[in-house]
């Protein structure tokens, strides 16, 4: 397990995890996000201003999507400034987060209280209000960014159709991709939510099976293998969220838009890379 992690008491009986959405700290810049995002080819929902105190863009996938979130003046959400720039939250879906709270909690597992808030949402008939119930883990359980699960109660109000059609493409989030020094010490906490089926060994270190999707925990050695100088760097963090490959309908099409806008790229294969000082932070790889 991760330094100073917990022993956990047992397995649980969640159901195997589906993605719900992957987090991209902008901190104080995000606007800066935005336009980066943009230029990347993302088609982003307006401006959403959570009853927390921070605000968020959001590109809509199939069944998941990326948010970019940030903190507006006098905003002080400490889970938030904990993280760099970058991919800092992996977020699973539940349709009971009480009952995920029970059992984590039952389990072992340091979690914090569930929490409710909403945002509003500007549609075209008038306005709306998002609503969610997150459950958290707390930052011992996972160091190297923040895990939950999120409970949409107004899911009509995020995945709507309009905001899914991306100029590169993107259809769906294939796997994050987590550094660790040690990738089998951070597969407990996932056998011990999920059970031994959705968690891996590889030769690379471990993967996690979340829905269409999965996380690949690897060491430093292996992502600098995959990514090269495209992946971000530690900064003085032992174990980070480092990247996510993001499933196209048509590369080409993601390659045209992104060599348009004049963004950097290398190929791996039928794979393009954006490297993370050009998508804020986290390393993004766009593949069928």
Not at 41 to 67: D, V
């Amino acid at each position: 397990m991760p330094a100073g992690a917990p022993a956990y008491n047992g397995s649980m009986t969640l159901p195997m995890p589906t993605l719900d959405h992957v987090v991209i700290n902008a901190r104080e810049r995000l606007d800066d996000a935005l336009a980066c995002y943009r230029r990347l080819g993302f088609l982003l929902t307006p401006r959403g201003y959570h009853t927390l105190g921070s605000m968020n863009h959001l590109a809509i996938f199939g069944t998941e999507y990326l948010e970019l979130i940030g903190l507006g003046p006098g905003a002080t959400r400490s889970d938030l400034l904990r993280f760099p720039e970058g991919l800092d939250g992996l977020v699973f879906g539940t349709e009971d987060s009480l009952g995920v709270h029970r059992a984590l909690a039952a389990a072992g597992v340091p979690v914090a209280e569930p929490s409710e808030f909403s945002r509003p949402v500007e549609l075209p008939d008038g306005k709306a209000d998002a609503a969610f119930r997150t459950v958290r883990l707390l930052p011992e359980a996972a160091p190297y960014g923040r895990l939950y699960f999120c409970h949409h109660f107004t899911r009509h109000l995020v995945w709507r159709d309009e905001w899914r059609r991306h100029p590169n493409g993107v259809i769906g989030v294939a796997r994050a991709v987590i550094c660790a020094a040690d990738p089998a010490a951070a597969a407990p906490l996932y056998r011990t939510m999920f059970g031994p089926d959705a968690v891996r060994a590889t030769a690379e270190g471990c993967s996690v099976l979340v829905g269409l999707s999965r996380f690949d925990i690897v060491t430093p050695r292996v992502l600098a293998g995959w990514f090269g100088d495209a992946a971000p760097g530690p900064q003085g963090r032992r174990d980070y969220m480092a990247g996510l490959t993001l499933r196209c309908a048509d590369p080409a099409r993601a390659a045209g838009v992104l060599q348009a806008a004049g963004v950097a790229l290398t190929r791996n294969a039928d794979r393009l890379i954006v490297p993370a000082r050009e998508a804020f932070g986290a390393t993004l790889e766009f593949a069928a």
